[in-house]
């Protein structure tokens, strides 16, 4: 079975372009995760979706990000306009709803913002 | 809110040696789930091994055991007859079992960098 599914790999932008990371998630599950990593914070939950529905997006660090997830099987996080302090390896992870049930994560997609 | 404490930022073992990474977290919650994940250069993140906090039996995946001590709040992880390949930054994680927003949410220890040596 496909795992969860990010694109790009990699991205290399300017200050101030508009960045849309995208993320398929493994299907059936009911569950999509968006996290950031960077050496100084670590892994932090950004935002959630149950069954296609925002649930917590607390995690997100300004207006300037924004997620959606049209239908079950796609999703994307956007950061307009972005800043070079965005830079950092976003995750996206998918599970079951189920609490016992394990996050499986995507390979992640590394942005450098110039 | 849930934290998660790795106290040890950097470990080293020689191949085929015993390690233990610890964790401990905080919770006043009393369903829920520990997980340990490895993320290799690669930076892939792969569960290793979860534990149940009503299972009293400690989880073991091959080389991989937990000791899991709900009193104390701690899940340590044992690497037995290390590999080459077990070098990665290893992450502890809690996920709640209780509804409400927290439901589903991983927090993520700090991470704990493993050596491996020849």
């Known amino acids: 079975d496909a795992g969860v599914i990010q694109s790009p790999r990699h991205e290399v932008t300017e200050m101030g372009q508009e960045v849309t990371l995208r993320c398929k998630p493994i299907?059936?599950?009911?569950?999509l995760f968006w996290y950031r990593q960077t050496m100084m914070r670590g892994l932090e939950l950004l935002i959630y979706?149950?069954?296609?529905?925002?649930?917590?997006d607390s995690g997100m660090p300004e207006d300037r990000f924004s997620a959606k997830m049209p239908n079950a099987s796609f999703s994307t996080l956007k950061i307009q306009p972005s800043e070079p302090r965005d830079s950092a390896v976003y995750f996206c992870?998918?599970?079951?709803?189920?609490?016992?049930?394990?996050?499986?994560f995507g390979d992640g997609t590394r942005l450098s913002i110039l | 809110a849930q934290t998660v404490t790795q106290s040890q930022p950097e470990m080293s073992v020689q191949e085929a040696e015993t390690v233990t990474l610890s964790c401990t977290y905080d919770?006043?919650?009393?369903?829920?789930?520990l997980f340990w994940y490895k993320q290799p250069p690669s930076r892939q993140m792969i569960l290793v091994i979860r534990?149940?906090?009503?299972?009293?039996q400690n989880a073991t995946e091959n080389r991989f055991s937990v000791n899991f001590q709900k009193a104390a709040k701690s899940f340590s992880l044992k690497i037995s007859d290390s590999q080459l390949g077990d070098a990665a930054m290893y992450f502890c994680?809690?996920?709640?079992?209780?509804?409400?927003?927290?439901?589903?949410?991983?927090?993520f220890g700090q991470g704990t960098i493993l050596t491996v040596h020849p």
């Open positions: 994680a809690y996920r709640s079992g209780a509804g409400g927003t927290s439901y589903g949410k991983l927090t």
């Open positions: 299907s059936g599950h009911n569950s």
């Open positions: 919770t006043s919650e009393s369903d829920y789930y």
């Open positions: 534990q149940e906090a009503y299972k009293q």
């Open positions: 992870a998918s599970s079951h709803l189920t609490g016992e049930q394990p996050q499986h």
């Open positions: 979706f149950n069954n296609n529905v925002p649930i917590d």
